[in-house]
């Protein structure tokens, strides 16, 4: 598929045979295949969360260049997510629409819109559907019907999947320790720990703000049904590759494939590549909403971050890695960032006409992203690029334009002025800030540098550094803590 430049071999590691395997469409004429576990819309993503969509994304896009047509499905869980991970608990929107004093609807409404902006601001791609759980409750009811007479059992709290009913339950968790199986709180009747619900009757006496009617009684799907219902009816059974999470791989994956198996009645998961991002850290551990004050993106903007600074500090690592957030990994990513525009804008200064991308430079970038997606590979072969002075600045840039197609950095077009973003607390306006420069301009011609320093200083203090020798002359400090 595609140009003689972009024909390497891709390999990705498969989480079910935990091994680098060779990709190749099950299916050349319908292309490649994606679906993606979504955000569950009950509050603001964190930064953990926003990892796996920077990772598909960058899946999405090795694909499209390398000439595969592509169908990526990424579902909104507005239903059936539970506070644990498994049957025991609260609806997560159920619990946030009480906590906040909103409509369910209200708060998936909301939550949706949210998170679809994190993605714009990320330069993620939109998928080719965003698939929402409650638009298939009757879908759900029916692969549900289908596959209770072989592979469930009914219980006064719902409808229970018996894992002991489909072969090697828990084979993508591979060899899991006791840690998975404590994250499953007891339900009374269960015939396995493992079984897990696929209908949650509503309790006697309660009404919840989203329920149905089902042959189980009124009540809500359970949330694993979903991924399984979604996935078959847009992309067909087997598909190409399942994204998702590593927190995903021990339980809620697991869930998917015995109900892909029981509903086509075969040994198949339903996927032939399942792949997983690994966790985003900091210093106390994996990032998690139930910590209380965890990051969003929205925060990094109001502390004068560009979004596109997060996004280049996810590709620093590569996705099956586990990587440490901090301020100080952030602040080194945002200058990383800010020396690459600079760069191009050098670049874009001295350049004449069309160029054209030398192969050799698409050929090294090939190479490392069909490499399992190494994206920690291709980020110094394009400062290797962009130093290069035996090649035209055009062809620099025309091969620069190819590494946006893959990295979604937007290097081509991004200036310094959008990268001098204003912190939300920041007093000073940026007129104000402009008379403060020419007044230490003056004092530096007259080489009153007690007065030069004493400006620099107190600008330093309101948020905003000082450059001398950079065209842009200042810009402002990002208010990091940590």
């Not at 004092?443 to 330093?460: H, M, P, W």
Request: include cysteine; charged fraction near 25%.
């Amino acid at each position: 598929m595609g140009v003689a430049m972009h024909d390497a071999p891709l390999t990705l590691y498969n989480s079910l045979s935990r091994s680098l395997e060779p990709f190749q469409p099950l299916d050349p004429a319908k292309g490649v295949r994606v679906y993606s576990c979504g955000p569950t819309v009950y509050n603001y993503a964190h930064l953990g969360n926003l990892r796996a969509y920077v990772f598909t994304d960058t899946l999405s896009r090795v694909l499209r260049w390398k000439g595969f047509p592509l169908t990526h499905i990424i579902n909104i869980t507005d239903v059936g997510h539970l506070t644990s991970d498994a049957d025991a608990g609260d609806d997560k929107m159920e619990a946030a629409a009480r906590a906040q004093a909103k409509s369910i609807w209200d708060i998936a409404a909301h939550y949706t819109a949210a998170f679809k902006q994190n993605i714009r601001d990320l330069n993620i791609a939109e998928p080719s559907k965003w698939s929402v759980a409650t638009d298939h409750i009757q879908q759900m009811i029916a692969f549900a019907e289908k596959i209770a007479p072989e592979h469930c059992y009914e219980l006064e709290s719902g409808l229970y999947f018996d894992v002991s009913t489909v072969p090697d339950y828990g084979r993508l968790a591979g060899a899991a320790d006791d840690a998975a199986e404590g994250r499953i709180d007891p339900v009374d009747g269960k015939r396995h720990p493992q079984d897990f619900a696929i209908w949650r009757k509503s309790p006697p006496g309660e009404q919840r703000q989203m329920e149905w009617d089902s042959p189980w009684g009124k009540g809500a799907p359970g949330w694993h049904l979903e991924c399984s219902v979604m996935s078959i009816q847009y992309l067909g059974a087997p598909f190409d590759i399942h994204t998702g999470g590593i927190d995903h791989r021990e339980i809620h994956h697991p869930n998917e494939i015995a109900q892909n198996q029981a509903y086509c009645g075969c040994g198949d998961t339903g996927a032939k590549f399942w792949m997983h991002n690994n966790f985003l850290v900091d210093r106390q551990g994996k990032m998690s909403k139930s910590k209380g004050g965890f990051t969003t993106l929205q925060s990094l903007i109001d502390a004068g971050v560009h979004p596109l600074a997060y996004r280049l500090l996810c590709l620093q690592a590569q996705y099956r890695s586990e990587l440490e957030f901090s301020a100080d990994n952030l602040a080194a990513a945002l200058t990383r960032l800010k020396r690459l525009v600079m760069t191009v804008t050098a670049l874009k200064a001295r350049a004449e006409g069309e160029g054209t991308a030398p192969a050799a430079w698409l050929e090294r970038l090939d190479a490392a992203v069909s490499d399992d997606l190494n994206t920690p590979k291709a980020l110094p072969v394009l400062d290797e690029l962009l130093a290069d002075k035996r090649t035209a600045p055009a062809d620099r840039l025309a091969a620069l334009a190819e590494f946006d197609k893959v990295l979604g950095l937007r290097l081509s077009e991004l200036t310094r002025e959008e990268l001098r973003m204003r912190p939300k607390d920041t007093t000073m306006t940026p007129e104000a800030i402009a008379d403060l420069l020419v007044e230490r301009k003056e004092a530096r011609v007259v080489k009153d540098f007690q007065r030069s320093d004493r400006i620099r200083d107190d600008l330093a203090a309101a948020g905003v550094e000082v450059m001398d020798g950079d065209p842009l002359g200042w810009d402002w400090k990002p208010a990091l803590q940590g």
